[in-house]
């Protein structure tokens, strides 16, 4: 069930970062939208948390994830840091889209680490 219940998080998050970014021409556009931005980060912020959390032996199983990334992205959420421009925009560009794909694809190769009762 719990990891059950981190994936349903990150994918919902991941989607809603794929929603408000959709439309987007890129970067500028993003930075140029303080709500939306403040909504991605948010969401990102989200990811980022739970991701965290995920067990070693989860962690291990998605091997290919850029956990530096997610690690210096949730710092720089987490404290408010700036410059976070570049980090934010790797994020949606990159990291996003790869850990959920990475995520689905365990979860069909593996289902059982996702089902309700483990």
Do not use: C
Not at 71 to 77: E, T, V
Request: glycine share 6%.
């Amino acid at each position: 069930m719990y990891h059950q219940a981190l994936y349903a998080i990150v994918m919902d998050a991941g989607a809603a970062v794929g929603d408000l970014t959709r439309a987007m021409q890129g970067e500028d556009e993003l930075f140029a939208s303080p709500r939306t931005l403040a909504a991605v980060e948010a969401q990102l912020l989200t990811m980022a948390h739970t991701l965290g959390n995920l067990t070693p032996v989860l962690r291990d199983k998605l091997a290919l994830a850029d956990w530096a990334g997610w690690q210096a992205l949730h710092a720089a959420l987490r404290e408010g840091r700036e410059p976070r421009r570049e980090a934010v925009w790797y994020a949606v560009s990159a990291l996003v889209p790869q850990t959920m794909g990475l995520l689905a694809e365990l979860r069909r190769r593996e289902p059982v680490w996702f089902e309700a009762g483990y």
